[in-house]
């Protein structure tokens, strides 16, 4: 299917802060995608030239195959939800929702049957004549979501809207969002800055730091296969060490070979290694493929998150179904596919000057 909305080259300057750096990207409709990033990245800078409230600086906007970069919000196909809600306080449910229609002057029997309909999606069903002021801030939220699809946009932009939710709400509202968009069959756009967010809603994320989209793909692309350390470390804990491919399927780290499944680098590549701490079993000192000594433990509800380190002091996260104990020497174990590789992306000159140090130590120590 084509394309809803493209960028090309797309850049936004503030003054002389370059807040977005030459993004391309790709929206097709029907899907649910998501913008995940730390704070300051350029999420809702992005947000806000999709929905029209921002021009670029460079790079073009395209909607449907149409350059649409100054096109006013009002005459785009798309809706904001925005991350404080913006619901009119003067104003009941039923004419909060209905707001859009109205503005468009559609009658009022059009209105009540949208409307209706509307806060039968978000639940809310009987609650067009309260006051937003008697209502919580999950069905504020939903209030704001009923308003911006009544406008029937082809394109829902969402600015973090769960972020104010507590955590059984905010469970709850991901589960609902995502059924809604898979009823409407419309495109969302989400915004985050909660990976497990990310993860659990979407079918396609973009990971953004410092201006720029990092890397692109399915949740499982990005979580077994983060570009860069960066990524690893956003998308959930992980253990980070240095290595060295020899050679295909085989790896060195901490002094020791391990048979793992990826391959095509070149011979004693650097890479960082990554280890999910989930992916981590402990098991006794003699089987186990590294040893570490615990020096934490908390339970979560279905494991317990232990911290450890190994004797060259490096630290590790591991999630396990057993207790240990504080101070006890362990074995941790995992499988060859556990072991994801990162390529370090250095310029010619760093990679051979790391290759032939790293050639040096191996004969020092033999
Ligand atoms: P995010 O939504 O990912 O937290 P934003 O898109 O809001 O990030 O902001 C990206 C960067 O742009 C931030 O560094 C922010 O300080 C900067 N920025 C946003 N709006 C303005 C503005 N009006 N003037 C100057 N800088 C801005
Ligand atoms: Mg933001």
């Known amino acids: 299917m084509g394309a809803i909305i493209e960028f090309k080259g797309v850049a936004l300057t503030y003054g002389a802060t370059e807040v ?4 391309n ?5 029907g899907k649910f995608y998501t913008l995940l990033g730390p704070s300051g990245s350029g999420k809702t800078t992005i947000l806000r030239l999709m929905a029209g409230f921002l021009q670029p600086s460079a790079g073009n906007i395209l909607f449907e195959g149409q350059q649409i970069n100054t096109v006013p919000p009002e005459k785009r196909k798309v809706n904001t939800v925005f991350q404080n809600y913006a619901l009119f306080p ?3 449910v039923y004419d909060n929702v209905a707001f859009g229609m109205t503005i468009k002057g559609k009658s009022p029997a059009e209105k009540a049957a949208k409307v209706d309909e509307m806060l039968h999606l978000v639940k809310l069903d009987g609650y067009g004549q309260w006051e937003i002021s008697e209502l919580s801030g999950g069905q504020q939220q939903r209030v704001a979501i009923a308003r911006a699809l009544a406008n029937e946009p082809e394109v829902l932009l969402l600015d973090e809207p769960l972020s104010a939710l507590d955590y059984k709400l905010r469970k709850e509202m991901q ?5 809604i968009q898979q009823r409407l069959g419309i495109t969302f756009i989400f915004v985050t800055h909660d990976q497990e967010e990310a993860l659990a809603m979407s079918d396609w994320i973009f990971v953004m730091n410092d201006g720029k989209i990092v ?5 499982v692309d990005i979580y077994d296969e983060p570009i860069n350390h960066f990524v690893a470390d956003f998308i959930g804990e992980s253990n980070i060490i240095p290595g060295v491919m020899k050679k295909d399927y085989l790896v060195s780290f901490l002094g020791r070979d391990f048979e793992n499944v990826d391959g095509g680098m070149r ?4 890479v960082e290694v990554v280890l999910r701490p989930e992916d981590l079993d402990i098991v006794s000192e ?3 493929k590294l040893v570490v000594t615990i020096d934490d433990q908390s339970f979560r509800g279905d494991y317990y998150e232990i911290s450890a380190h190994d004797d060259d002091l490096n630290q590790w996260q591991i999630q396990a179904t057993n207790p240990v104990e504080i101070g006890q020497r362990a074995g941790l174990y995992f499988d060859p596919e556990d072991i994801h590789i990162m390529r370090l992306h250095e310029d010619e000159a760093a990679f051979d000057a790391r290759i032939e140090q790293y050639v040096e130590d191996e004969q020092d120590e033999n």
């Open 215 to 219: 890397q692109n793909g399915s949740p």
């Open 90 to 92: 003067n104003l009941n």
């Open 25 to 29: 990207l790709t929206i097709e409709p």
């Open 175 to 179: 589960r609902e969002l995502r059924s």
């Open 267 to 270: 011979p004693n590549e650097p």
């Open 20 to 23: 977005l750096k030459a993004i």
């Open 286 to 288: 003699e089987a186990g």
